[in-house]
């Protein structure tokens, strides 16, 4: 088994799920995509509950051996590996413009109403 480690916390699940979202999240390295995945989650009372994460190339996660988990269990069934999105089916994340590019598409929408306000009627 293995832990992963968020920002927001840790999730402890499978070795294969585990490789396949790091697959996952590398494949998306090239691209400005996110992606919200269900993924199968040891509980602290021993249950097995699916989780939803929202991950991306930006997200930075840590994966390490599962510590102090004996597995007296199959791994295989008790975290079934889910399908990802392909990375062809995701969308694309537009980036926010800046500040700077906002003023200057204002001033120039500014300036475009000007000339035709200024110009005589016909």
Do not use: C, W, Y
């Not at 997200?59 to 990802?84: L, M, S």
């Not at 694309?92 to 003023?103: F, G, I, L, Q, R």
Request: charged content about 20%; aromatic content about 4%; cysteine-free.
């Amino acid at each position: 088994m293995k832990s992963i480690t968020f920002a927001s916390g840790t999730l402890i699940t499978g070795s294969a799920v585990a490789a396949a979202l790091l697959d996952h999240v590398s494949q998306m390295s090239s691209a400005n995509t996110s992606s919200a995945v269900d993924i199968p989650v040891l509980e602290s009372n021993g249950t097995i509950t699916t989780h939803t994460i929202v991950v991306s190339s930006a997200i930075q996660f840590d994966v390490a051996d599962a510590d102090g988990e004996d597995n007296p269990f199959d791994e295989d069934e008790r975290f079934p590996v889910p399908e990802f999105p392909e990375l062809d089916t995701m969308v694309a994340v537009v980036p926010p413009t800046t500040a700077a590019e906002d003023a200057s598409n204002f001033d120039r929408a500014v300036a475009e109403l000007d000339t035709i306000l200024d110009q005589p009627e016909a």
